[in-house]
């Protein structure tokens, strides 16, 4: 069995997250679609990491951190 994609999981939570908040204290349209977009957008990477090599991806990650928050 392979190990948990953390993007899928990162996904899932972020939605769950999203979900409940709007049903109990009902988030502004706008907070509820970054939830959902950010969620879609993560489960769509873990998805596509399960066959395919991101170290790319991840690279260009970890240098932007760094660019940003170096200085």
Known sequence: MKKTNKYITTGLLIYAITL?????IGLPEFIYG??????????????????????????FKMNFYKR???K
């Open 20 to 24: 409940l908040l709007k049903h109990l």
């Open 34 to 59: 970054l939830g959902l977009g950010i969620s879609i957008a993560l489960e769509l990477i873990g998805a596509y990491s399960i066959n395919h090599d991101i170290s790319k991806f991840k690279n």
């Open 68 to 70: 940003c928050f170096n």
